[in-house]
């Protein structure tokens, strides 16, 4: 079996049913790198839906669809005469042979951390203006706040310890009590900001993937809100009408059991 010549003959076969479907079928031939634009972040977040469940079947019919906006995008910068697959493809051969020096140079690295500063030196050594470069303005805050924390780590400026980021956080609560107190909305938003970048910072320490922490709680907290509201329904209640007391004791009664 040659599962090389078998992928690229599947290959090969996706990219026919592209160009035949941009031919013939009328919702296809409408699209735009604009129209897709929002159904490839719905794809994107199925696809970490899937793995967020572990599911591997999930995962491979989601990276199918991911791999299908790719092959569309591609084919549409080909209409337009911008580029083609194949040269996507041979750009990021390039850049992955440039970047890892270690495999396929002289540079000799001792772990990940040589490998991630050398792969920053280099994006700068390509014309980045800064280390921060490269980190899209439309990630969602957490995974953008990590992201920048790791660039900025590649150069050096990082806490030499997680003692360190823990009193940051405790110096950075204290400034968003002040600013509490003082009441000025923009203040108290500006060091809340300042106590989550803290907090994304002692998760990189803690190696946690704080976005995924994150979720993990919301999917938690969903788990716990909904039984409690079937034990309420259980008694003939509804949570709105319930005291505060009340649902604390389902609350707890449910944290007994998860």
Not at 4 to 27: A, N, Y
Not at 57 to 70: A, F, S, T, Y
Request: overall charge negative.
């Amino acid at each position: 079996m040659n599962i090389q010549k078998e992928t690229g003959d599947s290959f090969v076969k996706l990219m026919q049913i592209m160009l035949e479907l941009r031919e013939k079928c009328p919702w296809d031939k409408k699209q735009t790198i604009h129209t897709l634009r929002s159904m490839t972040i719905e794809e994107m977040y199925e696809l970490i839906d899937a793995i967020d469940s572990n599911s591997w079947q999930g995962i491979k019919e989601e990276l199918g669809d991911v791999l299908l906006h790719i092959v569309f995008y591609a084919t549409i910068a080909t209409e337009q005469q911008h580029f083609t697959l194949q040269e996507v493809i041979e750009s990021i051969c390039s850049k992955l042979i440039k970047r890892h020096p270690h495999i396929y140079g002289e540079v000799k690295v001792k772990d990940e951390e040589d490998v991630k500063r050398n792969w920053e030196k280099i994006k700068l050594q390509e014309g980045k203006q800064s280390a921060l470069s490269g980190v899209p303005a439309s990630l969602p805050a957490i995974t953008k706040a990590t992201r920048i924390q790791e660039k900025a780590k590649q150069t050096g400026f990082e806490w030499n310890n997680k003692e360190e980021v823990y009193a940051k956080i405790e110096e950075e609560l204290q400034e968003m009590h002040e600013a509490v107190q003082s009441g000025n909305q923009g203040h108290i938003e500006e060091e809340f900001g300042d106590v989550l970048f803290s907090m994304i910072n002692y998760a990189r320490f803690l190696n946690i993937d704080a976005d995924a922490a994150l979720e993990k709680t919301n999917k938690k907290f969903i788990h716990r809100f909904t039984a409690m509201e079937q034990m309420a329904a259980q008694q003939n209640k509804q949570l709105a009408d319930m005291s505060l007391a009340e649902m604390d004791v389902l609350w707890n009664e449910i944290k007994k059991q998860s």
